[in-house]
């Protein structure tokens, strides 16, 4: 029964997580619920969300709306951050993050709110390459890859906000290229994670396998109805964030 609620709670997780990020405030609280110990949590977290993300990133790339051109450089930056990111989490309490990253949720949010949604150009004229941007991208991607590797949750909703606020992309494009960066710093803390033993598999692979599926379901919804429902679902996983950290805190 324990197995059944965990994987239904990773198939709903992974839906909104293709969407607009914050998955990890669904299937984090329920592993540690299910008496999983914290690092272990991280760790089996980062196993199934990992295939998650991965069916997600798929699907976008095969849609043709992540923007290549900037991605590229961001990678290799976003890897780096993440392995660093893990390997402080290994030693540090993430909690100390948890006032910095409520404050962050609390202005995206509400930005996000009152500020008026931009149309819907095509990927290829939203975004003109040049060396500041890219600068800016890869260091976005270093410490977003760290946050989430050291603590992780709302680092999808932040990667959203940015693409969409820093970048001028629409709320589609955001999301894939958010969902490349969110794979790649996933797949980097899922390795680590492994290579120190914090991952509990028998619970892993079945959470894995509906979380691959609610990451295909999640991102075929995204490309379909766009910023309709993106934003909406960003605000709403966001505030639920917000909310779910200040009860820890607290």
Known sequence: MKIILLCLAGFVAAIFDSIAGGGGIITVPALLAA???????????????????????????????VY????????????????????TALHIDPKYLQTIVIVMLI????????????????AANCFQMDNKKVLIG????????FYDGFFGPGTGSFLLFSFVHLFKF??????ANARILNFCSNLTSL?????????????????AIC???????????????????????????????ISKLIIDSL
């Not at 890869?138 to 890859?145: A, H, P, Q, R």
């Not at 629409?170 to 999301?175: P, Q």
């Not at 492994?194 to 892993?204: E, H, P, R, S």
Request: proline residues 6%; glycine residues 10%; charged residues 10%.
């Open 35 to 65: 008496g999983i110990p914290p690092h272990y949590t991280l760790g089996t977290n980062k196993f199934a969300a990992s295939w998650g993300a991965m069916t997600s990133s798929l699907t976008f790339l095969r849609s043709r709306v």
């Open 68 to 87: 290549l051109p900037l991605i590229k450089y961001i990678i290799p930056f976003t890897l780096l951050g993440a392995s660093l990111g893990v390997k």
């Open 107 to 122: 202005f995206v949010t509400f930005y996000t709110v009152l500020k008026k949604g931009r149309p819907e150009p095509a």
């Open 138 to 145: 890869c260091s976005l991607g270093f410490v977003l890859g």
């Open 170 to 175: 629409n709320y589609t494009t955001s999301a």
């Open 191 to 207: 390795l680590l994670f492994a290579v120190n033993g914090k991952i509990f598999y028998t619970i892993g692979l079945p959470m």
């Open 211 to 241: 979380m691959a599926l609610g990451g295909r379901i999640g991102s075929k919804i995204a490309l379909k109805h766009g910023s309709k429902i993106i934003k909406p679902i960003f605000i709403t996983m966001s505030v639920l964030l």
